[in-house]
């Protein structure tokens, strides 16, 4: 079965420091990958996707993700955080067959310290 | 591009009263529509896939009696919750995939509060 999983339930980082999301998903032959940004509240904004093509994906906010075929990873980086990004991070991917329904990873807190 | 709304944004209502939720797709059109309820500090949960112009297809466990949706066009979806308990109280969340593509884009949401 598919899954799709959040290593991190929270992470903390200084404004200024780099962060990297991680999620680890199983998909079938053609990944559709997601990530989504909630703030307290609010409903989702895409932050990134991956379907096929350039690996190297850039997102909104200041973020970039690779997809590692062989690490089964897409997992978004920002060189430098801004007390903004506070938020609720989620992965996601299609589900099996051709529903288009996602399956969302438990999500990621960041907290953002001054 | 690719704006979805909710409205209302919150409601509060009494026990055994329906309370109807709308999601829209504004500037695109959606053939199929998602409809997500979220608890505090979880993860997103799938209630039904609504597509438009036939009935909604309801993920395990969700009573679809309880949970009316009705996808009468290609921008507009309603969930409405029938009879709603304090049980029913949280965030709903609809999403919408323009014709043909695989993307979801979000609604902001709607804090049901059911006293």
């Known amino acids: 079965a598919q899954s799709v999983t959040q290593p991190d339930i929270h992470i903390t980082v200084s404004e200024g420091a780099s962060l990297e999301l991680r999620c680890n998903y199983s998909y079938g032959a053609t990944p559709y990958l997601f990530w989504y940004v909630q703030s307290p509240g609010q409903g989702l904004q895409l932050l990134l996707k991956?379907?096929?093509?350039?690996?190297l994906v850039q997102g909104i906010k200041g973020f970039e993700a690779e997809f590692k075929r062989s690490q089964s990873s897409f997992n978004p980086r920002k060189p430098s955080v801004h007390w903004s990004d506070a938020a609720e991070y989620f992965c996601a991917s299609h589900g099996s067959g051709n529903t288009g329904k996602l399956i969302f990873g438990q999500g990621t807190t960041l907290q953002v310290k001054p | 591009g690719a704006v979805v709304s909710q409205h209302p944004s919150r409601v509060i209502c009494k026990s055994g009263t329906s309370v109807k939720i709308e999601c829209r797709s504004l500037d695109f059109q959606a053939t199929t529509m998602f409809w997500y309820r979220q608890f505090p500090k979880k993860s997103l949960m799938l209630m039904a896939t609504?597509?438009?112009?036939?009935?909604?297809?309801?993920e395990q466990g969700v009573e679809k009696d309880k949970f009316l949706i009705n996808h009468a066009s290609l921008t507009l979806s309603t969930l409405t919750v029938t009879s709603a308990h304090p049980e029913d109280s949280s965030f709903y969340i609809c999403?919408?995939?323009?014709?043909?593509?695989?993307?979801?884009?979000f609604g902001p949401g709607t804090r049901l509060l059911v006293l």
């Open positions: 999403s919408a995939t323009r014709t043909g593509q695989e993307t979801q884009y």
């Open positions: 991956y379907f096929s093509g350039d690996t």
């Open positions: 609504s597509n438009e112009g036939s009935k909604a297809t309801y």
